[in-house]
């Protein structure tokens, strides 16, 4: 999404706030004292929110052909009221066809988006990790990487899944839902916006997304909790896993929940889930490619996305990749992709001492056109003039150095102080 | 004179409808298309096609509140003008609106789910009905007349810069809101 989409948006707001807005107010003198200094201000705007990588999608998905065999009688016009048998589904994604078997070289991306920088404030690093399954003891040689097929130029919207494939990922989920409810009815596809609702009932509707996602928006009221520390998280992200993983997968899901604080201190909590795998290489894809993701708003569970990359992005092979170590040791060199500007570190450059975890990461945006891994490193930022220092807030920022080694890379990135 | 008068005269096919409505609407109208377009002969022309487009839409349609109509179909048309020619905007109020709303989003790496515009309205709409009054005339003075922050502060007898502070926190607030709502991941 764009700012210009919501700007577009906000021209649709309710017509009696858009009069009130033209309504003369009364002059009143300045207003209570604000504790904040301007510049303060100016230097944290964009801070405050963590850019988690975007954990990616979910549950395994129907090739076009699966997807087109179900949904051959179910054109997103004329529904299929009977449904048919659920297909299975690939759990890999497809493998592009190398011409002449050497693996093509990467290119790094270090474009960031616009806004802000990838930074978390948290009072231990502990909040912030999301149950990543990999450890530095795995001693992975090779690793994935692929295509991303639903690629976008900056900011743009993704497009890849056709219309009679959205509808048709909707409507394998819907089906799944009704049977396992026992109850709701098939209401056939609506078309709106760009969206494509499988099966709609009171209760809820499900979405089939062009990345692979499906969303399931809830209509019916589902009272939870909103987590006030990060164990809250926990137990919610626990429940309502065991309660809606069903809903999308067979699998095993293993529940996360992670935060960070916003610049008055208050705490922000997500919870999420992947699928288990005893796999660990596999688990890693999940991880990063296939998850749940819980919404809440004020006091109610809104929707859950099941995002699922592997419906939208292609093998291009596996590529050798580095240790850990030899990663810091490149960090160390200057050698990473970070959004965070330079007069945020607590030196001139990235110091040893102010490393303070590191894990494997794919970068899943939309923005990516190659999903490679990448060893992020949590580096400790300058602390902020604000009230998270006064409450022991410490502030961290995201360092990516390229897990593949740097023979298969068109070009090792150098920092230059600046990103996009 | 009274929208019910007005809109009795664009039933009629009276022109004065047009008249009076540029008496009543025509500096909030001009003004909304120049907060997006800048003073050129563009924003001009964008409230005179809203003018034609008015006096081809009533009847049949007749609007339930007029201004909030009316100022929604200018806001509209200068959108698309902008968007057809922003190569030459560089510097109208518009680019400065759109850098404060990006605050609001996360950034695009991390956005993962085509967001519907209904869905984001409503959104927007459910975090308007949490602010105080006050609160959702400045919001809405600064993003949808697009009114720039001194003319606001001015209005209200606020400092700039406090102004400008408020609108961040707005912002920020916004953007909790909306990934709360789960229209942003």
């Known amino acids: 999404m764009k700012p210009e989409d919501l700007f577009d948006a906000i021209t649709e707001v309710k017509e009696e706030y858009i009069d009130e807005a033209q309504q003369m107010p009364e002059k009143r003198s300045p207003w209570k004292k604000w504790g904040v200094l301007a510049a303060c201000l100016c230097a944290v705007l964009g801070v405050g929110f963590l850019l988690f990588p975007s954990q990616g999608p979910e549950e395994p998905a129907p090739t076009e052909q699966q997807m087109l065999a179900t949904g051959s009688n179910t054109a997103p016009t004329e529904p299929s009221e009977e449904p048919t048998a659920q297909p299975e589904l690939p759990t890999e994604p497809p493998v592009a066809v190398s011409i002449d078997g050497e693996l093509p070289k990467l290119e790094v991306s270090n474009y960031f988006g616009a806004m802000g920088y990838e930074g978390y404030s948290v009072y231990d690093l502990e909040e912030k990790d999301s149950g990543n399954p990999w450890t530095e003891e795995m001693q992975l040689e090779t690793m994935p990487v692929y295509q991303n097929l639903a690629y976008t130029d900056r900011a743009g919207t993704p497009d890849y899944l056709t219309a009679h494939q959205m509808s048709a990922l909707a409507q394998q989920a819907g089906r799944r839902i009704i049977e396992l409810q026992d109850s709701g009815k098939y209401d056939g596809i609506s078309e709106d916006y760009r969206s494509y609702y499988g099966v709609i009932t009171e209760d809820f509707a499900i979405q089939g997304q062009t990345t692979g996602a499906i969303r399931l928006n809830l209509y019916k009221e589902k009272s939870v909790k909103e987590p006030d520390s990060l164990e809250e998280a926990q137990t919610l992200a626990a429940q309502l896993t065991e309660e809606y993983g069903i809903f999308f997968t067979d699998e095993t899901l293993l529940p996360q929940a992670w935060g960070s604080y916003d610049i008055y201190g208050e705490g922000h909590w997500q919870i999420g889930a992947y699928p288990a795998s005893d796999d660990p290489l596999q688990s890693i894809l999940n991880y990063n490619f296939r998850s749940l993701h819980f919404y809440i708003i004020e006091g109610s569970l809104s929707a859950v996305v099941f995002s699922n990359r592997f419906l939208s992005m292609q093998k291009l092979g596996d590529y050798p990749v580095i240790t850990a170590d030899e990663a810091r040791k490149l960090l160390l060199n200057g050698n990473f992709i970070t959004s965070v500007p330079k007069e945020e570190l607590r030196a001139d450059t990235v110091r040893e001492e102010d490393i303070a975890a590191v894990e494997l990461v794919y970068r899943t945006g939309n923005v990516e056109q190659i999903f490679m891994p990448y060893y992020r490193f949590s580096i400790r930022l300058r602390d902020r003039e604000d009230e998270r220092s006064e409450l022991g807030l410490k502030n961290y920022g995201a360092f990516y150095v390229p897990a593949v080694e740097s023979e298969y890379l068109t070009e090792m990135p150098v920092w230059d102080g600046t990103f996009n | ?185």
Request: with cysteine; glycine share 4%; aromatic share 8%.
């Open chain 2, 1 to 185: 004179m009274d929208d019910d008068k007005i809109l009795a005269l664009y039933r009629q096919r009276n022109e004065d409808a047009i008249y009076e409505t540029d008496r009543k609407y025509g500096a909030l109208l001009r003004s909304i298309a120049r907060n997006i377009l800048g003073d050129g002969a563009e924003s001009h022309d964008c409230v005179n096609d809203t003018y034609l487009q008015v006096w081809n839409s009533i009847p049949p349609l007749l609007p339930k509140r007029f201004s909030a109509w009316l100022g929604r179909l200018v806001r509209n048309h200068a959108i698309d003008l902008w968007r057809g020619n922003r190569a030459q905007k560089r510097d109208c109020e518009l680019t400065l609106l759109l850098e404060e709303l990006d605050e609001c989003l996360p950034s695009a790496q991390s956005v993962t789910q085509e967001v519907e515009k209904r869905e984001l309205v409503e959104a927007l709409n459910a975090w308007l009905a949490t602010l105080s009054k006050e609160d959702r005339r400045l919001f809405l003075l600064r993003y949808w007349n697009g009114e720039p922050l001194k003319e606001i502060a001015q209005k209200h007898g606020v400092q700039p810069d406090k102004l400008a502070r408020k609108m961040y926190r707005l912002r920020q607030s916004l953007r909790t809101a909306l990934e709360k709502e789960g229209v942003l991941p």
